[in-house]
């Protein structure tokens, strides 16, 4: 299908294209791999889009203050492939190589997806681990949200009218702890069934730290805090997984879909947390 007429600006720096988007019914596109479908498909119909594709500003990996900042352009491979990424935080290297494939990798970015927040997106199990930031910019000034406060439902977020996502923040993960993001795919499209995200520290033959997010499950990505209790202080032996594993899906009611039904999207956040779980204590040092 074609989309609706638009008008098109492709504005060379951030404060233009803040200007642009507060001056009416107008829509960033960033990779475009979600927006134009929806477009095509006329589920989206925005009169004017502001293209990204020219503000530097935006694309950009930096370390400050013990965090490292992703600007909103970044693609998915750049912070698959950034030496930066990798060893200060490879939670999300290895959740941004799990996305779709290849072409999709090299156009979608980081701001994109956690803007157009889709329930089965790989980031955000991460990023709600890592209790990412997000750094927001309008015409009118700027402010950071907590990602959880950031991701409100599916296709929902707290982002205004005329505001743009500037940067991702996450911590420089900590010397020793283990890091995993495990996800079951649907097929054809890779997007997840259900992928779990897990952070671990061991002291003292313990479990002394342990964060852990799921996406896939629910209308949102969303802190699996009943697995987090159950781990925490304990030996970390295959059993202890087990157990607080079983907890994935506490609380929440699961998606059913033509992919995969809610009962068997619970038990797969089972088995997929306790792989996350499983591989992150075996890289904790
Ligand atoms: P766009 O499509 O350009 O924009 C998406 C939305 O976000 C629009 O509403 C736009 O206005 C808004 N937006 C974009 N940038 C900003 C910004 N900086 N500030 C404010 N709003 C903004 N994702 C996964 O996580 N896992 C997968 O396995 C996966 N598989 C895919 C397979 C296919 C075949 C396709 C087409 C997509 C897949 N995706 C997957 C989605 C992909 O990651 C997209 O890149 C992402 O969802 C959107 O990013 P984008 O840069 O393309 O954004």
Redesign the pocket.
Known sequence: MIPQNFEYSAPNNLNEALALLAAGNA???????????LMKLRL?APDHLVD?SRVTD?KSIREEAGAIKIG??TT?WEIEASALVRSKCPLLAEAAS????VQ?RN???I???I??A?P????PASLLALEAQVRISSAKGERTLAIAEFLVDALSTA?EPG????EIIVPVEAAGTGVSYQKM?QPA????IVGAAARVRKSGGKVSFVQVGITGLAGKAFRATGVEKLLSGAAGSAADVQKAAAAAADGVDPNTDLHASAPYRRQMARVYMARALTQALARAS
Do not use: C, Q, W
């Open positions: 829509k960033v596109l960033a990779g475009g791999m979600s927006l134009i479908p989206a990204l935006l909103a352009m998915h799990n996305i779709g494939d999709v156009m979608g970015t701001g994109g997806s803007a157009h889709d089965a997106a790989d980031y982002l505001e743009i996502v500037r795919a499209s890779g997007f997840a």
